[in-house]
């Protein structure tokens, strides 16, 4: 395709249960970035990655947020023992180098219940 | 922390007219920032950015100023269309420029452009 696709575009699940999240960044881009979108709020950086390793996952909140990148083009966000308050849309982006311009995808909007 | 801030929440403007959307951000060692647009159910879409080595830099109907001394940023849009009524954010780094990573994002205006 000919931007950065994820899916799915939404996901209802139970609290305590897994979620992955799936993003196929544009052909070609090395840099790719999750971030997290609370509603009514701007997007929150989470995630990192240049080709195969998290150069930076800083914004992860703890330790049941988790991405892998096995093969430096889709990446996967993984969430352990889901919350309510991890409620958000969760976005990826992807950028051919780090110092150029990011494109987002819809976002998976994830609503724990 | 540091963060980044919206005057505004809403801003409601005619078609035809400018709109100007404002930003204050705290973080002094911030040296890039970007303008997003933001429609119902995407993903924020770039519009422009600066270093902040330059006070303005324009684009198609865009104009994007930064004073420094203030930790002020703003967006104008000429001749404002129907098509821009979304949600701008205004987002920083401190990590170089044209870098995506760690942004930091304010809580966004919502841009209503009236008939």
């Known amino acids: 395709g000919a931007g950065v696709s994820q899916t799915p575009s939404n996901k209802v699940t139970e609290k305590g249960k897994y979620v992955e999240l799936r993003c196929d960044p544009i052909?070609?881009?090395?840099?790719l970035y999750w971030y997290r979108q609370s509603l009514g709020q701007g997007p929150e950086f989470l995630i990192y990655f240049q080709g195969t390793g998290a150069a930076d996952d800083s914004g992860l909140p703890n330790d049941r947020f988790f991405a892998v990148r096995p093969e430096g083009s889709v990446s996967t966000l993984k969430i352990q023992r889901t919350e309510r308050g991890d409620s958000a849309v969760y976005l990826c982006?992807?950028?051919?180098?780090?110092?150029?311009?990011?494109?987002f995808g819809q976002g998976t909007r994830l609503t724990v219940v | 922390g540091e963060s980044v801030g919206l005057h505004l929440p809403t801003l409601s403007v005619q078609e035809g007219d400018n709109s100007i959307i404002n930003c204050a951000y705290s973080n002094s060692a911030s040296d890039y920032f970007i303008w997003y647009k933001q429609e119902s159910g995407k993903g924020p879409q770039f519009i422009i950015d600066?270093?902040?080595?330059?006070d303005k830099r324009q684009g198609q109907r865009v104009t994007v100023l930064l004073n420094k001394t203030v930790k002020h940023l703003s967006l104008q849009i000429a001749a404002t269309q129907p098509g821009d009524s979304a949600v701008y954010f205004c987002a920083e780094s401190s990590l170089g420029s044209g870098s995506a990573r760690q942004l930091t994002f304010g809580s966004g205006t919502q841009l209503t452009v009236l008939p």
């Open positions: 982006a992807s950028s051919s180098r780090q110092n150029t311009e990011a494109f």
């Open positions: 600066i270093r902040s080595n330059m």
């Open positions: 052909s070609g881009h090395t840099a």
